[in-house]
Every structure is written in structure tokens, then in C-alpha cells.
């Protein structure tokens, strides 16, 4: 018999609740269950990083981080950056800008890891920067205009 | 969706202790990295898990009265290495599992977790063992500590007896203090790796800088479990600091790993970089404690 | 001017908001699951499954074997097809195959209402084999006595061809001439989209519908229906956005079993979605190929006579075949022309898994082959490696008579000045040749040579729709897809250009529906702007006649009077603005004389190709201690011809640049050699680049317009792979004096290399 438990948390604001398979990874949960399809399966083993979402401002794998966890956490996905009147946010803009997106698979994962770094306002080097997006893999773009686009926006956020 | 049977979910350590003794059969899961993982590969298909990834009591960093650091057994690599007690006195672990994956792992991965698994390419634990850290289990019976090198038994083994979970990891001022280390990770690029293979090095030098007065070489993925380069240690202890001595202590190492054969790297590969990293965090170490060579 | 302007991609803020729906994002929640049951051998027959216990399961709706599937064959590779049967793709494969010829080949599928229920009963599955020896290298496969794959390809030789020129015996019995002789291997290695293989299928209207994550929409749907025996209208195909593809999913991957699927379960929705690990084991890979190179050359380094020989390790079924071994084999003569010449390869089955079309299509193997021989003939020889390149590469005005193609520009000596200069060639070079100590630096040079497009091997055609609307912006739909690499936007520039509308006016149908899309075979061999540029400015120039002979109606001007600008009809004569292009649009829309809607569609038959070149210039650092190689400083130079989007362009170039690297250094996919089992295929054991592992990607662009293009366009998303690999050996070379002769340089090869040379 299938084991289920009520799970309720926080999602982009918004306080929701839901019965859950116990087996269920918080990717399966907010794909399913909330239609977050921005919420991408790459390997489901936590080594691609497409199904990256803050988790009481932190950034985790969605994938390998079970359901169940999530119960009375914050959580937010790429649907969550997007303003109330669908406009993109500044670090979204800058992946749009600077051509830091092609096929678009890995971007909801490095979007949500470089927004919760650049949230504390911190300034990095090059390297640093490297180091912190380095959770994530993409096969389009060589990783160069990733790069500019997130220190793009941090330069901006910390002038 | 994982193939899990039912899933635990204490809310103490008791509680914990107690569901590790009602289902012997069932699996602790801590961050998860690892054990979801398995169950997706089908090596652990069908498990029951036991849930421990709620026990924030097990999570964070702190030091006793007698200056020995405790680190929770569910503390996170990532708060780890964000850890003011742990920059302060033991620099090198926050350095090496700072090296783990990448930083989403690095979130979720906790060092309860790296060093239960038994693997002998964990960043935490080669780490560990040059820093003499005390494992703490609680299990039915209470408390029971050991040195981390008894805990590991063989490979993917570990001392974790029925009804018992690891809470803590210790390390004693008398193994910290006055102590600077260095981590080399071997891998084949610079993110998302396991170790082919680490050596983690600490040093003790005398007040004038002159003499190394300990030194602690230990090492990941050249045995079936971390292992310290003991003969090597006690050959070199209390020597005077030359210029030759990174090179001799590179040879030395040789005497004490043993490292195989296997499609991720062949053994003369692996004696190499032992000998060669060991020499270079040899060096490295002593440059941090002061020392010139 | 649209043509020429780094104009922002408008799928890029979808897929920033994370709007943008992918294949499994489509897929209703409540789909059966497929689960394929991969083999556990190499090489077999099987004998039995037994699907008692998986049966028992609760939620498996049907469990289908090998002894279920039907014995018809069909044929996966991304080309046109041929009417003429001895130019047909061969036909080989199965859905399920009773013969097992690789470690991971599909014996059974599963159907269950839950992934869960599916894998399980996967799992409980038991299957009898009768083991058969295996064989995973082609020369050994090739030799007396070889397990045999298929029966109809005796010694496993899919195909072999050679290509010889004047005398090679006679020529080399010239006195004083200097032989040198290589050996170069290269890999098998795995694309490495994000997106893993995925599709769903389900029966409406009694036609078979499969959405899937596909570069060939057309070209799958044809495969599908072979696959099924059905009339190929039988078939829809419909492609969404697609999370990269390089060439693997330009091959009819698990879309014909889905189809199949649905088939056996009355029609209802049946998702396949890969994981990760069979987006490795049992999707494509690109071939690895082994060259033997022998060059005969006086001393000034004039190449006298050369010969090379290939094979090319095809894996367990044909595929792509020989196609990508011929297409690197036919660079051989003509990137450094030689008077005589023989050329000799064989395309091998062996039981590892299947070679398909990847970035580069052969030319990754054959530059890397021929571009460190060079290096090797620079060295023998003592002469400068950009000088000898120069002097002895394919010059100005080179022609190609099988192809027909010409090298209208100095493309080589402008690629190199430009490279060159930037990486401060001649002087690092000379500094960085004697070096002694652990760390060491180099420098090092490679050549590109690619082709664009595909004819005259196969067809060549690109199909068009303009559909207007009342407003006077247009719809746009072609065959050839977005993968990722930005050609919708390259399109909607060309469309505007042609028409005279504004780039916002023109929407590009990204989802291709082989119910509406024209035929247009895909994504591939480089081709998207060359040959979809052709149809799009053909059906836009008479899209725009048409349109200013309807304007004459409302305007009483002759159409050769007037033109479209800005989306108005304009009269040449003076400028006058006449009438709004949505005034036009919507006027005969809703005329009751004379009612019209705008469209135009127009099917193009492409019979040019085009060279596209360039180069590549490498620094590495070498760690010899710890056999590390660090990449510090990489530029690619191309001729592509005009490029249309600029920075478009760069970030494709910057990808290419990235995969080379990771070619070069780190990947590659190991087999067992016990078990012929894939050892690597996940992403942590597979060393595709991290954003660590690579420094800034520099890129340049020598812009020589292509006189045969519609656009001044030639090939650009493969080519940046095809030098990176060449050039940081070679920079490897200039550091150590070591010349590897394999890829990827990783720790395990540079250990045995400097303890060989002794320098560790």
C-alpha cells in the first residue's frame, strides 16, 4: 500500500498543501502536484542540476530531496522570480541579454542557484563565481555568458 | 518517484534509537545523496527508510569546555565550512568538503552521512582521520565512542551496531591545537568529482618553526577504508625541518598505502599522486604553520 | 538591415520565466510508463523471458517481449531517404531485439500505470540468454573468426571505401624523401544533452501521434511508420523545444517502440522518457575512429605522397553507418592537397553500443588525426608550425569536383592571422620550447575543415510557409528545428530582411507537427541557415511579388513600382508611403470581390554546399607531477560566412569550444573489456566540462560572405568542436615534448607518456 502524508510548505509565497506519496522527490511533487515544470529532471541523482530550488534560502536538488522534507519549508522555483505582472527579474533579464540561454534545460537550475548566492550581497570574484555555479551542468553554452549574466546582476545589486 | 516500502520519521534521537531497534531492516537516510541514490540504482529498491533528516539537534557545530569540537552528525558540508569554530581551528575539513560535488550537494550532503557509508574516497573522512576525530554513536544502550579509524571496518562497513545512529563527531583540543593541514583532492575536473584519490595533511611544528614536532598523513582511496601513513608519520616525527623533507616524506607514503588497480585509475597511477601529494600537502601544511623548507 | 544584428532570441524569456514546455512537460500526469528491459549481456540470443512474477505486480498493465515485437526491420538514421534502395539507410533494427548485440539492448518493455510498478516489474523480469563471444574493437572484429553481428556483414565490415589519387608506390620512390608515421586514436563519447531522450505516444483518429524530443521530425515519423508497416501518413509527428540534441536525437531514437506501445494497449497515452543512464548506455554516440597516417615529404616539407587508413567503430547497429567515417575520410586529400594520395576506411560493427551523428559528423576524428600528424611532420622536420600550415593548406580558389565546392576566400591565412595574433603565437612558441621544472606552458595550432550541408551525398531541400496575418505580421514554418542553437531567430532575421517587416512581425511556428509543418528534414550537418535560408528567402521574395501584385489592386500602382519596407507598401519612385502592409493584409482578408489570405509556401532543392573553416590556438599549463592539464587561454577563429546573429553566433561557437575541450581531455565512455558493459554512463563518472574546467572562451568571426548561400551563410554549430582537441595536444607538445597520439589526454595517458619520456 502506498504510504501518503500531508505535506504543507510555502511555494513562490503562496501557502499550499497537499497529500504526497511518501516516495515522491520534491521535483516529482512540485511538477505533479503544482505543474513547477520549470522544475527540470536532467539525471535525478543530483549531478546535472536542473531541478535546483531554494529551500529556506538554501539551493538543493530538487530530485534527490524527498517530499516529505519540505513539510513547513519555504520554497521557491523559477516561476516564483517572474513578477506579478509577468516581468522577468533583473537576473533573468541578464540571462536574456547576455545570450547566457539556448536550449534552455539547465537555466531554471543556475538561475536559482545564482539567486540565492547574490542574495547576500556579497561580491565575487571570477573564480569565486565559478566555484558557486559549478553544481550545474550545460552542454550548450561553454558556461561563458552564464558567467557574465550573473555578474552582470550582481554588480548592479551591490552598486 | 523512489521504489520506497514506508518511510519512519522520528522526532528525536530516541525516538530514532528506537526505530533503529522495531525495523533493523530499515535504512537510516540523513541528507539522502547517497541512500536515495542507491535505491534508485535498484541496491537498495524497496527499502524501508528511516528518516533522520529532521533531527536538527544532530545539526551544527560547537565546543565543549575541555576546547573538543563537536560537529553534528547532520551538519551540512556547506555550514560546515561556514563555520566560524571550524575556520578558526580546523581550517583544513571546511577546505575539503568544501571540494565535495558541487554546491547543492554540498547543501544537502551531511558528514554523518560521508562518513557512515563507509567509502574510502569521502572528503570528510580521510580529513578526519589526520585530525584523530572521536566518533560518537547513540544506541540502545547510550553512548559509545571510538576513534574514527576503528569505526571504518572494511570497505562500505562501518561499526554501526543495531539500534544505533551517529550523532556527533568529535575532535579533542589536544588533536587541533597548534595544528595546521592541508587537503589535496585528486580528481579528474575541478567540480562534481569523487576523489581518484586525497591526502590530508597536518602538521605540528616547535615554537622557533624549526622542527616538526608531529605530523599526520592520512589518505582517501588508497586502501579499501581512509587509512594514515603510520610508518611515515613516526619516521619523520620530530625531525628538523629541511628542504629535502617533502620529497622524503612523498617516497615514504609509498611504504604505507595501498592502493588497486580499477577502471577509474590504475594503481601506479594512484601511488604516484600519493607520493606526489603527499610531498606538495606536506609542504603546503608547513608553509601554513609558518615553517620554511 | 536585420541580417547582422545580435538581436535577442524571443524564446530566451520563456525560458528564463521558465514558461517554456518541453516534451515531458507536455505529457499528461496520467500516462502509462514505459520501462525497457535492457539486456544484462553483450552478446547473446535469448532464449526466454519469464513474466510471472512481473505480471503479479500491481499497476503493470502489459508486459511485451522480444518474442512479441514484430520481425520487421526498420532503419534510425537522421537522412533523407532514398528512393534508390542501394542509397537506403540500412534496415536493422528491431523494436525488441531477440538477438542481443550489446550490453543494454532491448529485450522487453514494460507498461504499468506507475513508474514505480514499472521498474519493479522490470526488475522481476527473468530472462535466459545463450552467451555469444563479443568483440569491441574494429580491427579485431574485422579478423578470421570474429563474432559476427549480422549475418548479411561478413568480417562486421558495414561498409568500406577508399579514395586514391595518382601513384603513392611509384611517387615515394623518390631519393631523400623523410617518412613520418602516426597512429591516432580517438574515443567513443556521449553527447550529453540535458534533456534526456524522451517521447510520449497515444492513437487518436486512428493514426498513430508521437510528441518526442527530436532534431528530425519528418525523418522520425518516416522511421516510425517503417517501424509500424503503416502508410508513413499513418504517423504525426510533433516536436516542442527540445533541451539539446548534437546529433543524438538526429536518429529515430525510442520513438518507434513508443508508437508501438500505444499499439498494444488500445491506443491509450504511453510515455517513454530515458533516464540519464540510458541517454548514455542505449542512445547514440560518436564513433570512435582510429587513424593510421604515413605522409612521404621532402624536406622543405612538401608532401609528396600520403597515405591513411580508418576504422571507424560503428557499435551494434548501422545507423548513421559509414556516412561519418566517409564524411571525415573525404577531408584527408583535400585539407592539405597532395598529388598522390590513398585513403583507405572501414566502417565495423562491434557489441558496444550504437555510433550516430554527433556535432562534427567524423570531422572531430579526422582533424584531430590529421592536425597532430602535422604537428608530428612540423616537429621531424624542425620547420614552424603556422608557416608549414600556410604554406602547404588548401589555398584560394581550391576546388572540389565531386562536391563542387570552391574556396572563394583566403579563409585559413585570415583565420590564422587573427588567432594568432591573439594568442601571441610566434613568440610562445619559441619561448615555451625548452622549459624545464614541474609547471610548464605551451602553445598550439589547429585547422578546421568542415562541410556544410549534405549535398551531393543525399538530397538537400528546405521547405517554407508564410502564413499573414491581418496585422501583416507572418507566421513562419520550416522543417528545420530548433534545438537550441537559436535558428528560430536566425530565421525570423532572414524572413524580415526579405519581406521588408520588422523582426517582431515575424513568428516563427517553433513546434514542428509533421501534420502541418513543410517538409524540411531537420536539424543537422550544420545546414540550418544555409539550406532553411534558401527556402525562407526564395518563398519570401515571391511571397513579396505576390503581395505587391495584390496591392495593385487597392493602390493602382504596377508592382514593379513598389516595395515593402517597414511592413508598408512603399512607391520606389518617390518614397510614398502607399498603404500599411496590415491595412493591405486585412483589406483583401475581408474583401468581398475579391477575398485573399496572404500565404505562400515554396519548396527549395538545394544543389550547392559550402566550405566553412577556421581555426583554433590553445595555452595550457601541464602539471607533470600530477599529470594535470590546465586550459588557460583558448580563441576559435571561423569563416562561416556572414553571420546573422552575432552573439548568437559567439554562444554557439562557445559551446562547440567547451565540448572540444572536454574531447580533448576528459571524456570518454570505458568498457568493461570482461563484460562489454558501459562503465561511466552517468554524469559524475562521464568528465563533460564543469564550469570549472575551462577558462573564457574567446571567439572571433572572419566574416567572407558565401557567394552560393542565400544569406552569405555557411556552417557554424559543428565546426567550433572540430579543432579544440588538435590544438591543446599540440600546446601540450609545445610544453613537454610529449606528442600524444590518443584522446582524451586525461591523468591515466599523460602518466604513461611522462614516465615513458621520463619526465617523472
Known amino acids: 500500500m502506498s504510504q501518503y502524508k500531508l505535506v504543507t510548505c510555502r511555494i513562490n509565497g503562496k501557502e499550499r498543501s497537499a497529500m504526497v506519496d511518501v516516495r515522491a522527490s520534491l521535483a516529482d511533487m512540485l511538477r505533479n502536484e503544482y505543474s513547477l515544470t520549470s522544475v527540470k529532471k536532467g539525471c535525478e541523482v543530483g549531478e546535472c542540476g536542473a531541478c535546483a530550488v531554494i529551500i529556506d534560502g538554501e539551493c538543493y536538488n530538487s530530485c534527490i530531496y524527498l517530499a516529505i522534507w519540505a513539510d513547513g519549508k519555504e520554497i521557491e522555483t523559477v516561476e516564483g522570480l517572474v513578477g506579478p505582472d509577468g516581468e522577468l527579474s533583473d537576473l533573468q533579464q541578464a540571462f536574456v541579454e547576455e545570450t547566457a540561454i539556448q536550449c534552455g534545460f539547465c537555466t531554471p537550475g543556475f538561475l536559482m542557484e545564482a539567486e540565492c548566492f547574490l542574495r547576500r550581497g556579497e561580491i565575487y570574484t571570477d573564480e569565486e563565481l565559478r566555484k558557486l555555479l559549478s553544481g550545474h551542468l550545460c552542454r550548450c553554452t561553454g558556461y561563458d555568458n552564464i558567467l557574465r549574466a550573473v555578474k552582470k546582476t550582481m554588480l548592479q545589486r551591490n552598486q | 518517484m523512489y521504489d520506497i516500502g514506508t518511510v519512519y520519521e522520528p522526532k528525536t534521537v530516541e525516538e530514532a534509537v528506537r526505530m533503529r531497534c522495531e525495523h533493523p531492516q530499515a535504512v537510516i537516510i540523513a541528507g539522502g545523496s547517497d541512500v536515495l541514490i542507491k535505491i534508485r540504482e535498484g541496491k537498495l529498491a524497496g527499502a524501508d527508510l528511516i528518516s533522520i533528516f529532521g533531527l536538527d539537534e544532530l545539526r551544527g557545530v560547537h565546543m565543549e569546555e575541555d576546547g573538543t569540537l563537536v560537529i553534528g552528525s547532520l551538519t551540512s558540508f556547506a555550514h560546515i565550512t561556514a563555520d566560524p569554530l571550524i575556520r578558526e581551528h580546523i581550517g583544513v575539513l571546511g577546505e575539503a568538503v568544501d571540494m565535495v560535488g558541487g554546491p547543492q550537494i554540498r547543501a544537502i550532503g551531511t558528514i554523518g552521512g560521508n562518513t557512515c557509508n563507509g567509502v574510502t574516497s569521502a572528503d570528510s573522512a580521510s580529513t578526519l582521520f589526520a585530525w584523530d576525530a572521536i566518533i560518537e554513536l547513540t544506541g540502545p544502550e547510550g553512548i559509545r565512542r571510538m576513534p574514527i579509524r576503528d569505526f571504518y571496518l572494511s570497505a562500505g562497513k562501518v561499526d554501526l551496531r543495531e539500534g544505533e545512529l551517529q550523532t556527533s563527531i568529535r575532535i579533542p583540543r589536544k588533536a587541533w591545537e597548534g595544528y595546521k593541514g592541508f587537503y589535496i583532492k585528486y580528481g579528474m575536473r575541478r567540480a562534481m568529482e569523487i576523489a581518484t584519490t586525497g591526502c590530508s595533511v597536518n602538521v605540528k611544528l616547535s615554537e622557533d618553526k624549526k622542527t616538526l614536532e608531529d ?34 616524506i612523498g617516497k615514504a607514503v609509498l611504504a604505507d598505502v595501498q592502493p588497486r588497480d580499477s577502471w577509474r585509475a590504475s594503481k601506479d597511477l594512484r601511488l604516484h599522486l600519493c607520493s606526489t601529494m603527499a610531498e606538495r600537502a606536506f609542504r603546503e601544511a608547513v608553509s601554513r604553520s609558518g615553517g620554511e623548507l | 538591415m536585420v541580417v547582422g544584428k545580435s538581436i535577442i532570441r524571443p524564446d530566451s524569456l520563456d525560458k528564463a520565466a521558465g514558461r517554456t514546455k518541453y516534451t515531458d512537460d507536455l505529457c499528461d500526469r496520467n500516462a502509462l510508463v514505459a520501462k525497457i528491459c535492457h539486456s544484462t549481456v553483450t552478446h547473446a540470443l535469448v532464449k526466454s523471458i519469464d513474466t510471472s512474477e512481473a505480471e503479479k505486480i500491481p499497476g503493470v498493465v502489459k508486459i511485451l517481449t522480444c518474442f512479441d515485437a514484430p520481425e520487421r526491420t526498420f532503419p534510425t538514421a537522421g537522412h533523407p531517404w532514398s528512393t534508390e534502395p542501394e542509397h537506403q539507410d540500412i534496415s536493422d533494427r528491431h523494436v525488441l531485439e531477440k538477438h542481443v548485440r550489446y550490453y543494454g539492448d532491448d529485450v522487453a518493455a514494460v507498461i504499468a500505470e506507475t513508474e514505480v510498478a514499472a521498474v519493479q516489474a522490470v526488475r522481476a523480469l527473468k530472462v535466459e540468454y545463450e552467451e555469444l563471444p563479443f568483440v569491441l574493437d574494429p580491427q579485431e572484429a574485422m579478423k578470421e573468426g570474429a563474432p559476427l553481428l549480422h549475418e548479411e556483414f561478413p568480417g562486421n565490415v558495414l561498409k568500406h571505401t577508399e579514395i586514391h589519387k595518382g601513384n603513392v608506390e611509384e611517387a615515394i620512390k623518390e631519393p631523400g624523401l623523410i617518412c613520418v608515421d ?291 505580421s507572418i507566421q513562419l514554418q520550416v522543417g528545420e528545428t530548433e534545438i537550441g542553437q537559436g535558428a528560430d531567430t536566425a530565421f525570423a532575421q532572414m524572413a524580415a530582411e526579405t519581406l521588408g517587416i520588422p523582426f517582431e512581425m515575424v513568428h516563427v511556428v517553433s513546434c514542428q507537427d509533421t501534420d502541418v509543418t513543410p517538409y524540411g528534414t ?112 583558448i580563441i576559435n577563429v571561423h569563416d562561416a560566412g556572414r553571420i546573422v546573429n552575432p552573439a548568437l553566433a559567439r554562444a554557439q561557437v562557445q559551446g562547440g569550444m567547451s565540448m572540444g575541450i572536454g574531447y580533448a581531455l576528459a571524456e570518454k565512455m570505458l568498457y568493461d573489456p570482461k563484460t562489454g558493459r558501459l562503465l561511466n554512463g552517468n554524469l559524475l563518472d562521464y568528465k563533460l566540462s564543469t564550469f570549472m574546467d575551462h577558462p573564457n572562451l574567446e571567439v572571433r568571426f572572419v566574416e567572407n560572405s558565401e557567394p552560393t548561400s542565400a544569406y552569405g551563410t555557411k556552417a557554424l554549430g559543428e565546426p567550433p568542436v572540430v579543432p579544440v582537441a588538435p590544438a591543446i595536444r599540440n600546446a601540450i607538445l609545445n610544453a613537454t615534448g610529449v606528442a600524444c597520439h590518443e584522446i582524451p589526454m586525461r591523468p591515466h595517458l599523460l602518466y604513461q607518456e611522462f614516465t615513458r619520456k621520463g619526465l617523472i
Not at chain 3, 593510421?292 to 616539407?301: E, F, N
Not at chain 3, 515554396?602 to 592539464?629: L, R
Request: net charge neutral; with cysteine; hydrophobic share 35%.
Open chain 2, 215 to 248: 605530523l599526520r598523513i592520512a589518505f582517501g582511496v588508497a586502501g579499501p577504508v581512509p587509512r594514515r601513513a603510520e610508518s611515515t608519520e613516526n619516521t619523520f616525527r620530530g625531525q628538523a625541518l629541511t628542504a629535502s623533507l617533502p620529497g622524503e
Open chain 3, 182 to 472: 602516426g597512429w591516432y586514436e580517438t574515443p567513443t563519447v556521449q553527447h550529453c544533452h540535458i534533456e534526456n531522450a524522451t517521447c510520449f505516444a497515444w492513437e487518436e483518429g486512428g493514426r498513430v501521434h508521437v510528441t518526442s524530443s527530436t532534431q528530425i521530425p519528418h525523418i522520425t515519423r518516416r522511421c516510425i511508420a517503417q517501424a509500424l508497416g503503416v502508410p508513413w501518413g499513418q504517423v504525426r509527428l510533433v516536436k516542442p523545444y527540445i533541451g539539446g540534441g548534437f546529433g543524438n536525437k538526429q536518429d529515430a531514437l525510442y520513438e518507434p517502440l513508443c508508437a508501438w506501445l500505444t499499439t498494444q494497449v488500445g491506443g491509450r497515452l504511453v510515455r517513454l522518457e530515458c533516464q540519464r543512464e540510458e541517454t548514455f548506455a542505449n542512445c547514440r554516440v560518436r564513433h570512435a575512429i582510429r587513424y593510421h597516417i604515413t605522409s612521404w615529404l621532402r624536406p622543405d616539407g612538401t608532401l609528396v605522397a600520403r597515405k591513411a587508413d580508418c576504422w571507424s567503430n560503428q557499435g551494434a547497429y548501422a545507423s548513421h553507418g559509414h556516412s561519418i567515417c566517409a564524411k571525415g575520410m573525404g577531408s584527408i586529400p583535400q585539407l592539405y592537397p597532395c598529388e598522390n594520395i590513398d585513403v583507405r576506411g572501414w566502417t565495423v560493427f562491434t557489441n558496444i553500443q550504437v555510433g550516430g551523428a554527433m556535432r562534427g559528423y567524423g570531422m572531430p576524428q579526422a582533424v584531430f588525426a590529421m592536425e597532430s600528424h602535422t604537428e608530428d611532420i612540423v616537429q621531424r622536420l624542425g620547420l614552424d608550425p603556422l608557416a608549414y600550415r600556410r604554406a602547404h593548406l588548401m589555398q584560394k580558389g581550391y576546388f572540389d569536383p565531386f562536391s563542387k565546392n570552391e574556396l572563394y576566400a583566403d579563409s585559413f591565412n585570415q583565420t590564422l592571422d587573427v588567432g594568432s595574433e591573439y594568442i601571441d603565437f610566434e613568440r610562445k612558441y619559441k619561448e615555451y620550447q625548452h622549459q624545464t621544472g614541474d609547471i610548464r606552458r605551451g602553445v598550439g595550432v589547429a585547422v578546421l575543415w568542415y562541410n556544410t550541408a549534405v549535398w551531393p551525398i543525399s538530397l538537400e531541400t528546405s521547405a517554407c510557409r508564410m502564413v499573414m496575418n491581418q496585422d501583416g
Open chain 3, 522 to 633: 531537420g536539424a543537422y550537418a550544420s545546414r540550418q541557415t544555409y539550406a532553411a535560408g534558401m527556402a525562407i528567402r526564395g518563398c519570401a521574395e515571391e511571397f513579396k511579388r505576390h503581395i505587391l501584385e495584390v496591392a495593385y489592386r487597392y493602390t493602382r500602382m504596377q508592382p514593379y513600382l513598389m516595395d515593402i519596407q517597414d511592413a508598408k507598401i512603399i512607391r520606389t519612385t518617390d518614397g510614398r508611403v502607399l498603404m500599411g502592409l496590415g491595412e493591405l493584409a486585412t483589406t483583401v482578408l475581408y474583401d468581398l470581390d475579391h477575398n485573399e489570405h496572404l500565404t505562400m509556401e515554396k519548396s527549395t532543392q538545394i544543389k550547392t554546399n559550402a566550405y566553412s573553416f577556421g581555426c583554433c590556438f590553445a595555452e595550457v599549463e601541464v602539471d607533470i607531477p600530477m599529470c594535470q592539464v590546465k586550459v588557460l587561454d
